[in-house]
């Protein structure tokens, strides 16, 4: 399983980054996969999850409304869209796969600024 995050950086409150997760060496699309996230001194905080057909979505109750998981199974990539960024989503996102055998990339940084 590799798990490859891309598309982070550093933005201004209200601002949006997409981030993207290239998968290999599975098959993805039969795969519910998710995105987690981990603030400074804060543990692991799942933010949303996708089924593996891309159709159902879950979403963690501090981002509903402003986050977007989606997935192109053609491609083997997820995306994290993210709009109307605030401070506290300043963390590492980590993209992974769901299950008892969990599996998550090496993250990308994720810096919002007031």
């Known amino acids: 399983v590799q798990l490859v995050e891309s598309g982070g950086g550093s933005v201004q409150a209200g601002g949006s980054l997409r981030l993207s997760c290239a998968a290999s060496?599975?098959?993805?699309?039969?795969?519910?996969m998710g995105w987690i996230r981990q603030a400074p001194g804060k543990g692991l905080e799942w933010v949303s999850i996708?089924?593996?057909?891309?159709?159902?979505?879950y979403y963690a109750d501090s981002v509903k409304g402003r986050f977007t998981n989606s997935r192109d199974n053609a491609k083997n990539t997820l995306y994290l869209q993210m709009n109307n960024l605030k401070t506290e989503d300043t963390a590492v996102y980590y993209c992974?796969?769901?299950?008892?055998?969990?599996?998550r990339g090496q993250g990308t940084q994720v810096t919002v600024s007031s």
């Open positions: 996708i089924k593996s057909g891309g159709i159902t979505t």
């Open positions: 060496g599975f098959p993805f699309s039969s795969h519910d």
């Open positions: 992974a796969t769901t299950g008892p055998a969990s599996t």
